[in-house]
Nanobody, 124 residues
């Protein structure tokens, strides 16, 4: 499975962006998916995750109420809608997929496939 993330960019605080991640090589309709981010000098951290069916989601406390993860299995795509962006959201965002399991997990060690990352920069 190859994952291609897109949609990053530069916005002012309070703005919105929607990230997309499309899979190729194999359908990922049975895979739980997640978004992670890594800011300069910091470790990669969990942002949001979604179960294979889309029925369950989970979010980092820092983004709850502002970010929404969703998936369209027919398009092999997962999205991250980011609203009310803050400067501290600035990071490289990565999508990831697990090839086993059904639920959401927050540890990056349990994901098997990773996209190349897309830069999000939020200015104050």
């Amino acid at each position: 499975v190859q994952l291609q993330a897109s949609g990053g960019g530069s916005v002012q605080a309070g703005g919105s962006l929607r990230l997309s991640c499309t899979a190729s090589g194999r359908t990922f309709s049975n895979y739980p998916l997640g978004w992670f981010r890594q800011a300069p000098g910091k470790e990669r951290e969990f942002v949001a995750g979604i179960s294979w069916s889309g029925a369950s989601t989970d979010y980092a406390d820092s983004v709850k109420g502002r970010f929404t993860i969703s998936r369209d299995n027919a398009k092999n795509t997962v999205y991250l809608q980011m609203n009310s962006l803050k400067p501290e959201d600035t990071a490289v965002y990565y999508c990831a997929a697990r090839r086993s399991g059904i639920g959401v997990v927050t540890s990056d060690l349990r994901y098997d496939y990773w996209g190349q990352g897309t830069q999000v920069t939020v200015s104050s």
